[in-house]
């Protein structure tokens, strides 16, 4: 008898022990998913607020060349390739400021990214030279602003 009731403590010790140890490997794997999920999130956010700065920095150029080149020849076909590339630059920098809005919840970080946009699109309707570096330092600050703001997400 003595021998059967060895066997059920050790049948149950041992159903006991697959339980606990399932118990515990389903909670490291998904505390695993978890990590692994937010690093993949953490991942996109730095691409694509990388690319959004970038993106509008390049389009700040753009609408600089815009300005410069109106004021030489309101007319004339650099104007025109300059403006035509400034709306492609823009509608690149649009673009990924819809990624930006698609990839957080942060509202300071999205209007920061829309500031950032805005005050970018505003350089190329300077009235003149001292207009247009005010409208710039504008925009390159906002651009700063929204690195600034967005980087805490990051790290």
């Known amino acids: 008898m003595e021998t059967i009731w060895t066997s059920v403590v050790a049948v149950i010790g041992t159903l006991a022990g697959s339980v606990i140890t399932h118990a515990f490997q389903g909670r490291a794997s998904r505390r695993g998913e978890l990590f692994a999920r937010s690093e993949a999130l953490r991942q ?8 959004f700065a970038a993106a ?3 389009y700040r150029r753009g609408q600089a060349e815009r300005w410069y080149r109106k004021v030489e020849d309101p007319g004339g076909e650099t104007f025109l390739r300059a403006r035509d590339e ?4 823009r509608t690149l920098t649009r673009q990924a400021l819809y990624r930006v809005r698609l990839l957080t919840d942060d509202q300071d970080v999205v209007l920061a990214a829309e500031r950032a946009y805005a005050r970018t699109m505003e350089v190329s309707n300077a009235q003149d030279q001292t207009d247009r570096d005010t409208r710039d330092t504008r ?6 602003a929204f690195v600034s703001r967005a980087s805490p997400l990051l790290r």
Request: net charge negative.
């Open 86 to 89: 400034a709306h492609r630059l």
């Open 44 to 51: 996109e956010r730095i691409a694509t607020y990388s690319a």
């Open 139 to 144: 925009a390159r600050e906002a651009i700063e």
């Open 56 to 58: 509008v920095e390049e």
